[in-house]
């Protein structure tokens, strides 16, 4: 089975952006909403924003208002835009189906890490 691919993290200041995307199979893609979650050192893994498969999104309130989350359809890929970063932002990324019935699988994921 293929794995997500996330990448785009980094090392970045209080206040700042990244981009981060996520690569997933035709199969996981199509038709299924769509999530990014992250995990905390020593923290449970949360799930921060989805997209719905017609583009409704969603996000947990610590990141509303600064973090958009996005898919598009013709390259299997979900993006997150993040602004306005703090360091409790730090930790590794994933996307995945937002439903855990379809996980079948985590990718390496991608670090942000917010300096102060």
């Known amino acids: 089975q293929v794995r997500p691919v996330e990448s785009g993290g980094g090392l970045v200041q209080a206040g700042g952006s990244l981009t981060l995307s996520c690569v997933v199979s035709r199969s996981m893609f199509l038709g299924n909403d769509m999530a990014w979650y992250r995990q905390a050192p020593g923290k449970q893994r949360e799930r921060v924003a989805y997209v719905r498969r017609g583009g409704d999104t969603h996000y947990v309130d610590s990141v509303k208002g600064r973090f958009a989350i996005s898919r598009d359809n013709a390259k299997n890929t979900v993006n997150l835009r993040m602004n306005s970063l703090k360091p409790e932002d730090t930790a590794v990324y994933y996307c995945?189906?937002?439903?855990?019935?379809?996980?079948?699988?985590w990718g390496q994921g991608t670090q942000v890490t917010v300096s102060s």
């Open positions: 995945n189906p937002a439903d855990p019935r379809l996980w079948t699988s």
